[in-house]
């Protein structure tokens, strides 16, 4: 008897290497990803708030204004509400 062979969801390394396949990744540039989640009105509302934050903890503060002009009036308010201290109470 032989046993067929598995068939299914693959797992993850194999998952990874399938959608990774032809893909150079020393090309990818992970702040401009996240630039684009920030600034896509698309996107959920929790992704993009977490781009925003960790592009405000990479680069110490909201003072770049490249991309403003992309963004929407939520994402902008999101990241002028996440760049105020917050009040003792």
Known sequence: MTTKPRVG?????EASRRALAGIDI???DP????????ADPTS???ARVS??????GMSGGANDERGADT?????????EMMNNKPRPN
């Open 44 to 46: 959920p509302a929790a």
């Open 9 to 13: 969801r693959p797992n993850r390394a």
């Open 26 to 28: 020393a090309a990818i």
């Open 71 to 79: 963004m929407d009036a939520v994402t902008k308010r999101a990241i």
């Open 31 to 38: 702040v401009a990803i996240l630039k684009t989640i920030a």
């Open 51 to 56: 781009a925003c934050r960790t592009l405000l």
